[in-house]
C-alpha cells in the first residue's frame, strides 16, 4: 500500500465511526417502544413518549433506530403498547425504506396477548417473550435489546465487538451518574476484567464507583445477548410465577449471578465529539425534556446534530424553507439563537432562544423566548410566551401571555416546579381529535 493509500484510509476511517460487520449484520435489534412516559404530562396524553417530537424535526424514537441503520443493524422489531397509533403512523412513513429482499426490515409488533388472551406486555423482559416466534423466524446469533426512549449516538458493533471478544452471555452498557441520580437506574459494580459482579435495580442506597464516591455505574437498558441464551432466559423467566418479568428487576440480577455478564462502558462505543462528554439524555420528565431541545439551540451544542457521519433519520413533511417577513423597526421578523423547521412563517415577530416545528405561523407583534413550538402551531398577534413547550397543533389566540405571570398560568396550564409552562390543546378548550 503506497503512502498516499494509506493516508487517504486514515481519512476514510478518521471520518466515517461506523462498526458494521458480519457481526451486526446477524444481529436482531428488539426496540421497546410501549411506555407511556407519565412524568410528561399531557404531552404523552395521546402519543406514547417514543412518539414524542423531539429536536425540531424529529422523534424521540429515530434516535435509537438511527443508531441501528447506523450500525449495519437492519433486522428491528418496535415492540408498541400504549397510545401507540402516532408511533406506527410516523413507523410506517419514515422507516419504510429498508429493502425487505435484502431481509432488511423494521417490524412493528403491538401487544397482540399473544401468550395469554388475558395479558398485554406484563414487563420488558415479556414484551420480548411474546414475540420470540419472530425473533426466531430471522434466525439472529445475537440480540440487542434496546429502548426507544433516550436521546443519544450510539455504535452498537463496538458493544457488540467487545461482547464477543470477551465471550459473554450478556453484555449491559452502562454510563456513569452522579450518586443522587442514580436511584432511578439500575446500578452495577464490576471488576477489573469488566465483568458485572453484582446488579441492584433502582436502590435506595446506591453503591458507589470504587475511588469515586459521587458516582455510580448505571444500566443504559441496553443489553446484547446471544440468542439462544436469550430464548433460554425468558422461557425461564416466563415460567416463574415470582418474577415481574423484567430485564432489570429479575433476567439480568438472575445472569449476573450464574453466567459470563459483562459492562460495556458509554464511553467505548458513543459517536460523538472527542473533546466532549458522551451525550445520553432520559428526557423523562418536561424540565429534562426543555432543557435538552435547549440545548440545541446553543453555539455548540452537546449532541451535533449537523455531523453527516452518523446522520438522524426520521420522517418530515414536504414543506417550503422557513420565512421570516417584515422588516419595520416595530415589526421585524426575526430568530436569534434559534432552530426554524420547514414551513414555519415568522411574520413581523421575534423570536429568541426557541425551536421552532415544522408548519409554526407567528404573526406579528409577538415574542417568543426559551420556548420549545411544536408542529403546526398558530401564535396570534400581541402574544408573549416564555420558557414554554407549546404541543401540537395549538392554536394560541390574540393577545396571549404565558410565562410571564405564574400564578396566572397555574390556573390554566401545567407549570414545573422550575418554571417550564406546557401548554396543550385541551388546557386552551380546543379540540383535540387532530392530534397525532
Known amino acids: 500500500m503506497t503512502t498516499d493509500q494509506e493516508s487517504n484510509t486514515g481519512m476514510r476511517s478518521a471520518r466515517d465511526p461506523r462498526f458494521v460487520s458480519q457481526l451486526t449484520r446477524n ?22 413518549k417514543p412518539a414524542v417530537p423531539f429536536g425540531g424535526k424529529f422523534r424521540i424514537i429515530d434516535f435509537t433506530l438511527s443508531n441501528c441503520v447506523n450500525s449495519g443493524i437492519r433486522r428491528v422489531g418496535v415492540a408498541t403498547q400504549y397510545k401507540s397509533q402516532s408511533l406506527i403512523r410516523h413507523l410506517q412513513l419514515g422507516w ?80 456513569e451518574v452522579p450518586i443522587e441520580e442514580a436511584k432511578g437506574f439500575g446500578v452495577m459494580a464490576i471488576n477489573d476484567e469488566q465483568r458485572v459482579v453484582s446488579f441492584d435495580e433502582k436502590p435506595a442506597s446506591p453503591a458507589p464507583m470504587p475511588g469515586r464516591p459521587d458516582m455510580a455505574l448505571a444500566s443504559m437498558g441496553i443489553y446484547v445477548f446471544n440468542a439462544r441464551f436469550l430464548f433460554e432466559q425468558l422461557q425461564r423467566d416466563a415460567d416463574d410465577p415470582k418474577s415481574s418479568h423484567d430485564f432489570g428487576k429479575d433476567v439480568i440480577p438472575h445472569c449476573v449471578k450464574r453466567y459470563r455478564t459483562f459492562a460495556q462502558n458509554f464511553v467505548d462505543s458513543h459517536v460523538g465529539d472527542a473533546d466532549k462528554p458522551p451525550y445520553w439524555r432520559d428526557v423523562g420528565t418536561l424540565d429534562a425534556y426543555w432543557e435538552a431541545n435547549m440545548d440545541l439551540v446553543h453555539v455548540t451544542p452537546q449532541l451535533n446534530l449537523y455531523d453527516d457521519n452518523w446522520p438522524i433519520w426520521t420522517w418530515q413533511p414536504q414543506q417550503p424553507p422557513g420565512k421570516f417577513v417584515f422588516d419595520d423597526e416595530d415589526r421585524r421578523g426575526m430568530a436569534v439563537d434559534s432552530m426554524i423547521s420547514g414551513g414555519c412563517i415568522v411574520s413581523g415577530s421575534t423570536v429568541r432562544r426557541t425551536m421552532l416545528f415544522s408548519g409554526v405561523y407567528v404573526h406579528s407583534y409577538s415574542l417568543i423566548e426559551d420556548s420549545i413550538v411544536l408542529p403546526g402551531v398558530q401564535v396570534g398577534r400581541h402574544c408573549v410566551l416564555r420558557k414554554c413547550i407549546i404541543d401540537k397543533s395549538c392554536s394560541i389566540p390574540e393577545g396571549t401571555q404565558i410565562g410571564v405571570d405564574p400564578v396566572a398560568d397555574r390556573k390554566r396550564f401545567h407549570v414545573t416546579a422550575s418554571g417550564i409552562t406546557l401548554v396543550s390543546r385541551d388546557m386552551l378548550g380546543q379540540d383535540v381529535s387532530p392530534m397525532r
Not at 36 to 47: C, E, I, K, V
Not at 160 to 171: F, M
Request: charged share 25%; hydrophobic share 40%; aromatic share 10%.
Open 96 to 175: 419504510s425504506f429498508l429493502d425487505g429482499r435484502l431481509d432488511e426490515f423494521i417490524e412493528i409488533m403491538p401487544a397482540q396477548q399473544q401468550v395469554n388472551e388475558s395479558q398485554w406486555y406484563r414487563g420488558t423482559a415479556d414484551a420480548i417473550y411474546q414475540n420470540l416466534r419472530e425473533i426466531r423466524y430471522a434466525k439472529p446469533e445475537y440480540v440487542l435489546v434496546l429502548s426507544g426512549d433516550h436521546i443519544y449516538r450510539m455504535d452498537y458493533g463496538r458493544i457488540l465487538a467487545a461482547h464477543l471478544e470477551r465471550n459473554a452471555d450478556v453484555t449491559v452498557a452502562c454510563i
Open 27 to 48: 444481529t436482531f435489534a428488539m426496540v421497546l417502544a410501549g411506555g407511556r412516559g407519565s412524568r410528561l404530562h399531557q404531552l404523552t396524553d395521546w402519543r406514547s
